[in-house]
């Protein structure tokens, strides 16, 4: 998939069906705009995403925009997986905003990426279907049986701790990712290293808590656990996300690991002692290997 970062200056030979959108989780809802964009794309077309780097309310109400189930390289690599031919991810600035939706066809679809047909959430405004005789196209955001899906609902589901409904909205597990970074090393002491994932600034996390997880790293997957939180047993400290992996022998620092299949084992605790949270740690690791316990 080719990658573009601003818009072209003249319109491309070739017509694009676009699919346009922010699609953050890439959700069963937006890989059924993908899907009709390359249902409509005829011989000698390409098919193509118009999307943001930033979510438009970071300019529009800066300090408000939501945290993101999906960071920009996730979502881009979602599209190259879904079979899209070019990106186009460009910045949501003063010069977009003050667009008329029509102007927006016009001049950023029509004009700048000579798009033949247009497919958009069934939410895009209605009003402004019409776009000199190119074809736009909305497609529902319900799922069958009439459920809608939406990236503020995923976005709620996950705040709340309930995973289970993010992932099957997702229709693919929500997942955390990031490089392992040197932490306090206190897991190692404990008896249960734990690899502490840098998580990218802005990307959304469940409540505080520990839960099951499967990590995946070099290809392959492990069981394990994660913990979320401050660790307020060693006094407060900035939010962390530490995994351990049961079976996994080895470092992992500069390393990427991802995390998915997030199911809630506790909340977060302030433990009288350390032996007290041992205990507890030994508790929390049978959840892994006898799942049934929870």
């Not at 390393?255 to 977060?268: D, G, H, M, T, W």
Request: hydrophobic letters at 45%; glycine letters at 10%.
């Amino acid at each position: 998939m080719k990658i573009h970062h601003a818009l072209p200056a003249a319109p491309p030979e070739r017509a694009f069906v676009v699919a346009i959108g922010f699609f953050d989780g890439f959700h069963r809802g937006h890989r059924a705009i993908v899907r009709e964009a390359l249902r409509l794309r005829r011989a000698g077309e390409r098919t193509a995403v118009l999307t943001f780097r930033e979510h438009p309310s970071a300019f529009l109400r800066p300090g408000q925009e939501p945290p993101m189930i999906a960071t920009l390289e996730e979502r881009v690599n979602a599209f190259a997986r879904a079979g899209i031919d070019e990106a186009f991810v460009i910045p949501f600035d003063a010069a977009l905003a003050s667009l008329s939706p029509e102007r927006f066809l016009d001049e950023t679809l029509i004009v700048r990426l000579n798009a033949r047909a247009m497919v958009v959430g069934a939410n895009f405004a209605q009003a402004h279907l019409r776009a000199r005789g190119r074809d736009m196209v909305p497609v529902p955001n319900t799922l069958d049986g009439g459920e809608r899906v939406s990236s503020t609902r995923i976005r709620a589901a996950i705040q709340a701790g309930d995973l289970e409904t993010a992932d099957r909205l997702l229709g693919a597990p929500y997942t955390v990712r990031g490089a392992v970074s040197f932490g306090a090393g206190r897991g190692h002491d404990l008896g249960y290293p734990t690899a502490n994932v840098a998580v990218a600034p802005g990307k959304l996390l469940p409540p505080d808590g520990v839960y099951r997880i499967v990590g995946r790293h070099d290809g392959r997957d492990y069981l394990g656990l994660v913990s979320i939180g401050t660790n307020p047993t060693f006094g407060e400290a900035p939010r962390t996300v530490e995994a351990w992996l049961l079976d996994f022998n080895g470092a992992l620092y500069g390393e990427e690991l991802s995390l998915r299949e997030f199911r809630f084992v506790r909340a977060q605790r302030c433990f009288g002692s350390v032996d007290e949270l041992i205990a507890q740690m030994r508790d929390d690791a049978a959840t892994v290997k006898f799942p049934s316990v929870v």
